[in-house]
């Protein structure tokens, strides 16, 4: 295997990291989550 082989299968498997947790990240499942998360900082204890 060659640095070119290698390169092109390291920068495919970021790719698909990156598709991946893009994905999660805009999952409807953790909206809700993350609009906690997002009020964390504003509520007062």
Known sequence: MDVITSRVIFTVTC???????????????????????GRLPLNED
Request: proline letters at 0%; a neutral charge.
């Open 15 to 37: 790719l698909c990291v990156f598709v991946g947790i893009a994905a999660w990240a805009y999952s409807r499942g953790n909206k809700a989550h993350f609009e906690e998360a």
